[in-house]
């Protein structure tokens, strides 16, 4: 085995952690029914982690390999993984967010390109390479952009139909704020700027301006971002701000939670997040009449024929560092989770479309609006993740946009972070 060249280990997450014993699917070439193989997955979504122990148990008990599950804390994934694939029980499985993620972990990724969960793909376009390798599978094709409570918006005298743009959106929701007194709600849940929400801002919806100039220069990645779009940047990330449930200078303590539950108890009309919060949302009561999803839009490009954020920064990685028993296993588990009806609704209802020929069809109304959107000749919005240049790019407009929020910095702040930091990072990658 090689040595295993670790990056510098950060602060080991809170993980919220339990182990199931699993299996594999059954076949000749599984490790799961002798004990010889395991699987450890280091798992992403924390909004998902109680679906993945409900079915990592399921496949326990139906064939009996050992599967552990183990879930980062939102916004520590890196940190967590850092410090889990030094040890002896490494994970077997583990997840990077594209080109760039796959940088630091491409000396970690088994090839699996001849395997049989490569072979269930819908298209090769959903594989991540590295060379010729298949470094990385894609395992959900998911949509952001803003959940509507389209029964509050009623109530405010507003319907869909009514937003079609940047300038719409911001008339309706001064007008809510103007009345926020009388209505009993306001336009926008709290844009948490701690670890487990600032993401939605810091990469989500700064996917935005960086998508725009893309499109204008026809180009899907950059040493250097220009910040065209960073005026537009400016505007939605106001709006946001001004116009929530509470004031600019208490989101560095907001979290993920305060902002799922403003929006589910009726606190606020508009909440920027992805399908992912379907199932969340109709946990805590929401239904399908009182939800919707609509575009973000910031008044640029063609907002008439603007669709949903949609891509995949998921890219699922088996770790080449393994016993060749529990690379086996863990290949089975995942060629199950795409195949079985279980495991393929699983993924479906909790995770988002997924890329697989068996895929089941997802009753999450949040992706049902997606394909409206598509099937209607909207454009989707491509997810550019991938190219951000680093972590501490992303961090370092996070904390541009904390400080501007709270009145201790200047949007000039966010755009030196936005643009300088780009190119620092890029070259200090790329070197």
């Not at 916004?75 to 630091?104: C, H, M, R, W």
Request: net charge negative.
């Amino acid at each position: 085995m090689k040595i295993k060249k670790v990056l510098a280990l950060g602060l080991v997450a809170l993980m919220s952690v339990a182990t199931f014993a699993g299996c594999g699917d059954g076949g000749k070439d599984s490790a799961g029914a002798d004990g010889k193989g395991k699987v450890y997955y280091l798992n992403f979504k924390p909004e998902a982690d109680e679906a993945w122990q409900e079915i990592a148990k399921q496949y326990t008990d139906e064939t009996g390999v050992e599967v552990t599950v183990i879930t980062a804390a939102s916004g520590t994934y890196e940190e967590t993984l850092q410090s889990e694939i030094a040890k002896d029980e490494a994970p077997t499985l583990f997840q990077v967010n594209g080109p760039v993620g796959l940088a630091n972990w491409k000396d970690y990724c088994y090839d699996l390109k001849d395997s049989s969960l490569y072979n269930e793909l819908t298209s090769d376009s959903f594989a991540l390479y590295d060379g010729d390798a298949v470094a990385g599978i894609a395992y959900v094709i998911e949509s952001y952009g803003i959940i509507v409570n389209t029964e509050l918006l009623d109530k405010a005298g507003y319907s869909l139909d009514d937003i079609k743009g940047f300038d719409d959106l911001k008339k309706v929701a001064e007008d809510i704020t103007a009345r926020k007194d009388e209505l009993g709600f306001a336009a926008f849940t709290s844009a948490g700027m701690d670890g487990s929400s600032d993401w939605r801002f810091k990469t989500h919806l700064a996917n935005l301006p960086i998508y725009f100039e893309y499109q204008d220069k026809g180009i899907d990645s950059t040493d250097a971002i220009e910040g065209k779009y960073l005026d537009n940047y400016k505007n939605i990330w106001d709006l946001y701000i001004n116009n929530a449930t509470c004031a600019p200078g208490d989101l560095a303590g907001k979290t993920g939670d305060d902002a799922e539950n403003e929006f589910a108890s009726g606190e606020a009309v508009f909440y920027q997040n992805g399908s992912w919060e379907y199932k969340n949302l109709t946990d805590k009561g929401m239904t399908d009449e009182q939800l919707a999803m609509m575009p973000i839009y910031i008044g640029a490009g063609d907002e008439a024929n603007q669709g949903l954020c949609t891509g995949t920064e998921n890219y699922w990685c088996v770790n080449s560092e393994a016993s060749e028993e529990d690379i086996q296993a863990t290949i089975d588990f995942l060629t199950w989770m795409v195949t079985s009806d279980a495991g393929t609704k699983m993924l479906a209802d909790n995770i988002g479309v997924i890329p697989f020929k068996k895929a089941a069809d997802t009753t999450n109304l949040f992706v049902l609006n997606d394909r409206k959107y598509t099937e209607d000749g909207k454009t989707p919005v491509s997810w550019n993740f991938t190219t951000m240049p680093s972590e501490e790019w992303k961090n370092g407009v996070g904390s541009a946009l904390t400080a501007y929020a709270a009145g201790t910095g200047e949007w000039d702040d966010v755009v030196k972070a936005f643009v300088d930091g780009w190119a620092s990072e890029y070259a200090a990658a790329n070197n």
